[in-house]
């Protein structure tokens, strides 16, 4: 018995919640460049996004939300949010019936006549209250996540950009920490805006501690001259005066998405450093900062990167870890290389139950992950194709279920972007590879760890005989030499 399969088995079996799992992809494809920063999950399983849409004739930037159904139908999509003003939302929440958004607006394309914008929608998606805050010092938002604390307050954190100049009179762009409390009810209670001689000062998150005393931020560069260890912990009273700043002892920068595992440890992502160059990397820290345990993923020999809002989420027992292979650093958002949507589960230990790729037939950029009632995983950014596109990006949206897996019980077009496995359940096994993978090799298992079924795949879709098999489950593993390594479930009817 092979104890690896049978184990992985098992844990494919256990995750598995007792109700249906939607799965889809979804490519939202016109002439505005659109990115979707933030997507939260309705009660009813409709999903919620919200970002910001750029028209590139006249460079109006209006703020954009979309609302999808369980299996990515469009419900509702603007942005009038408002007209002729310049903005964009950065969170989006949905608090007793009502939803809430925040972001910035400005009535010139001046950066400097950026302010912060708070929103309420009724139920029904209408503006029923908004109001804004100037910034200090002539500064603009460059980037802003935000968290509801146990006082239903909204924190903000992020990095705000300013003029700046150097002795010699060259001029740049300082990025400089800020920390923000707004009321439900949209009233301004507290901030903070930091002024730094160091020019990328910035703070990517933050969460509350257990005992509702204080926050932590997650932040880097805010101590000079630290080579070793790149990120810190900055800890903030409630009205968002600082109090401690500890580093962060692992080969990480730019820590986020700091999610608590229990009452004492956090599970953080970054961008690995040190003995782990491009890679993402994860860790559990305690209370007190100190570091439990670790673990990096990497698509070779690309840089790997976190999605750049939000790269963990959790909902109950699974852990979802999302990032980016063959990001471009030099180029971002428009590059012409090829890249894909990386998404992994771990235990609480953080080791992997499974990884998967999405995309690879142009560039892809994770913003957000989401994990879902359902036991599976929504992801949301963008797809951008150099040849045909012009700084005009699509947002691409997918959703799988808790083996990673877009499920379909039915034929699909030859442009998914990833292998499918169909009927799921059904009497025979169609297998249509992904664009990118010529070939695979299938490999089945029974509920034991047993090899009951190995065929080499040359077609970009195959139907193997299976008739010889029991009615029951499978595991499947389909490998290839173009890095196709893809893990799921079959149930033969």
Not at 30 to 44: A, F, L, R, Y
Not at 129 to 158: A, C, E, H
Not at 212 to 222: D, I, M, P, Q, T
């Amino acid at each position: 018995m092979n104890k690896a399969i049978f184990f992985l088995f098992l844990t494919l079996i256990i995750s598995q919640p007792t109700f249906s799992q939607q799965t889809f992809e979804k490519l939202i494809s016109n002439s505005k460049d659109e990115t979707i920063q933030d997507i939260i999950e309705e009660e009813n399983g409709n999903f919620l996004l919200a970002g910001r849409s750029i028209i590139n004739e006249s460079s109006s930037i209006s703020g954009y939300i979309l609302q999808l159904d369980s299996f990515g139908n469009i419900l509702f999509e603007s942005t009038s949010f408002p007209v002729g003003d310049y903005s964009w939302f950065s969170s989006v929440y949905k608090i007793n019936g009502n939803y809430y958004l925040l972001g910035t607006i400005k009535e010139t394309m001046d950066p400097k006549d950026d302010r912060l914008w708070y929103l309420k929608l009724n139920p029904d998606l209408q503006v029923v209250d908004q109001k804004t805050f100037p910034l200090p010092m002539k500064r603009w938002f460059s980037y802003i996540n935000s968290i509801v604390d146990s006082d239903t307050n909204f924190v903000l954190t992020g990095y705000a950009t300013r003029n700046d100049t150097t002795p010699g009179g060259v001029v740049f762009h300082n990025h400089d920490a800020f920390f923000y409390k707004i009321s439900l009810e949209g009233d301004s209670l507290a901030s903070h805006f930091y002024t730094s001689d160091i020019p990328w000062h910035f703070s990517f998150d933050i969460i509350e501690s257990t005992d509702k005393s204080n926050y932590y931020a997650y932040v880097s560069h805010f101590i000079s001259g630290v080579t070793e260890y790149d990120s810190q912990r900055l800890t903030l009273d409630k009205n968002l005066d600082s109090i401690a700043i500890e580093p962060i002892p692992f080969y990480m920068y730019d820590p986020n998405s700091p999610v608590y595992l229990n009452e004492t440890d956090v599970l953080i992502s970054g961008k690995g450093m040190g003995d782990y160059p491009r890679h993402h990397v994860i860790a559990i820290h305690n209370e007190a900062g100190e570091i439990i345990n670790t673990n990096h993923f990497k698509k070779e020999p690309y840089r790997e990167q976190p999605p750049m809002k939000n790269g963990i989420s959790k909902f109950g027992d699974n852990i979802f870890v999302g990032g980016i292979s063959n990001f471009d650093i030099g180029n971002p958002f428009w590059s012409s290389q090829n890249s894909w949507f990386h998404l992994v589960k771990v235990n609480a230990d953080l080791s992997m139950v499974w990884e998967k790729w999405f995309g690879g037939d142009a560039y892809y950029f994770m913003y957000n992950i989401l994990a879902t009632r359902d036991g599976g995983c929504i992801m949301v950014g963008n797809r951008y194709d150099d040849q045909t596109q012009n700084q005009e990006r699509d947002v691409y949206i997918v959703k799988v279920n808790g083996d990673g897996l877009i499920v379909w019980e039915r034929e699909i077009s030859m442009n998914d972007r990833f292998s499918i496995v169909y009927p799921n359940p059904g009497h025979q096994l169609n297998i249509r590879l992904a664009a990118q993978h010529s070939q695979a090799l299938l490999s089945l298992f029974d509920q034991y760890g047993r090899l009951v079924l190995q065929q080499q795949l040359t077609q970009p879709e195959s139907l193997v005989e299976t008739t010889h098999l029991l009615s029951g489950v499978y595991l499947y593993q389909l490998t290839g030499s173009t890095g196709l390594s893809e893990s799921g479930k079959w149930v033969k009817k």
